[in-house]
């Protein structure tokens, strides 16, 4: 091999490892960025209402299968898994009750809302004693799942969960559109700025995580106990 082919294979091998490297370096930086994106997008902060009415939803969920559990008892009591409504009492008492009303609605929502000048200032005097109700029928539910058997409290057990379902949406509704609204508007854009911040870290605090990620799986796991797994199944018929 002379010296002039000897230093034109060198040149093509240098040439042909930076090449690679300026075609690699692009893809990497551009795979490097897409990453931060979906990182920034994930980081994107949930506003306290938002929050608020993503917890509104697994409630809501809840109130599904209680309505379920009370058909069943109803028209075929054999069929009403128990321990999977004493796992979703269980759920409610935890994320709604314990968390949701207490922590955060008559800890920082109510006690604002109370002083405001206007007609929804007399609505968390009602709320909160509705909490109160629902607390009591959580702990018949509770009761009653955790026997394992419904012995003569059948009829007792679906009349409370329709008055508790006959109560829930409303008072959800109400907190929705009315109170959460009026309650960001009196904190200004800074202070419910903040409130998202300190409800962020409660629910961390509480649960050791992203407590809405734990619940959302576990009222999943129920309905489809309870066969409500697929949403398409309670698109009614055609009318007529």
Same mark, same amino acid.
């Given at each position: $091999?002379?010296?002039?082919?000897?230093?034109?294979?060198?040149?093509?091998?240098?040439?042909?490892?930076?090449?690679?490297?300026?075609? %690699?370096?692009?893809?990497?930086?551009?795979?490097?960025?897409?990453?931060?994106?979906?990182?920034?997008?994930?980081?994107?902060?949930?506003?306290?209402?938002?929050?608020?009415?993503?917890?509104?939803? %697994?409630?809501?969920?809840?109130?599904?299968?209680?309505?379920?559990?009370?058909?069943?008892?109803?028209?075929?009591?054999?069929?009403?898994?128990?321990?999977?409504?004493?796992?979703?009492?269980?759920?409610?008492?935890?994320?709604?009750?314990?968390? #949701?009303?207490?922590?955060?609605?008559?800890?920082?929502?109510?006690?604002?809302?109370?002083?405001?000048?206007?007609?929804?200032?007399?609505?968390?005097?009602?709320?909160?004693?509705?909490?109160?109700?629902?607390?009591?029928?959580?702990?018949?539910?509770?009761?009653?799942?955790?026997?394992?058997?419904?012995?003569?409290?059948?009829?007792?057990?679906?009349?409370?969960?329709?008055?508790?379902?006959?109560?829930?949406?409303?008072?959800?509704?109400?907190?929705?559109?009315?109170?959460?609204?009026?309650?960001?508007?009196?904190?200004?854009? #800074?202070?419910?700025?903040? $409130?998202?911040?300190?409800?962020?870290?409660?629910?961390?605090?509480?649960?050791?995580?992203?407590?809405?990620?734990?619940?959302?799986?576990?009222?999943?796991?129920?309905?489809?106990?309870?066969?409500?797994?697929?949403?398409?199944?309670?698109?009614?018929?055609?009318?007529?």
């Amino acid at each position: $091999m002379n010296i002039e082919t000897s230093t034109r294979r060198r040149f093509l091998a240098t040439f042909g490892v930076a090449g690679t490297g300026l075609l %690699i370096a692009p893809a990497l930086a551009m795979a490097a960025e897409k990453g931060a994106e979906k990182a920034r997008e994930k980081e994107q902060p949930v506003t306290a209402n938002e929050d608020l009415m993503r917890e509104h939803g %697994i409630i809501r969920r809840a109130l599904l299968v209680y309505a379920e559990a009370a058909r069943r008892i109803r028209d075929a009591t054999a069929s009403l898994p128990l321990a999977a409504l004493a796992d979703t009492a269980t759920l409610f008492r935890s994320f709604a009750e314990d968390y #949701h009303e207490r922590a955060l609605e008559e800890t920082h929502i109510f006690p604002v809302v109370r002083r405001l000048k206007t007609p929804v200032a007399k609505l968390p005097d009602i709320l909160t004693a509705q909490h109160q109700r629902g607390r009591e029928i959580t702990d018949f539910v509770l009761r009653v799942g955790r026997r394992g058997t419904l012995d003569a409290d059948g009829a007792a057990l679906a009349t409370a969960l329709e008055g508790f379902i006959r109560m829930y949406d409303p008072h959800a509704d109400r907190e929705d559109t009315e109170v959460f609204p009026a309650w960001k508007a009196a904190l200004g854009a #800074h202070g419910y700025e903040e $409130m998202g911040e300190r409800f962020e870290a409660i629910e961390h605090r509480t649960f050791g995580g992203d407590g809405f990620d734990e619940a959302l799986a576990r009222i999943a796991a129920i309905e489809a106990t309870f066969g409500l797994a697929d949403l398409a199944a309670v698109t009614p018929p055609p009318p007529g």
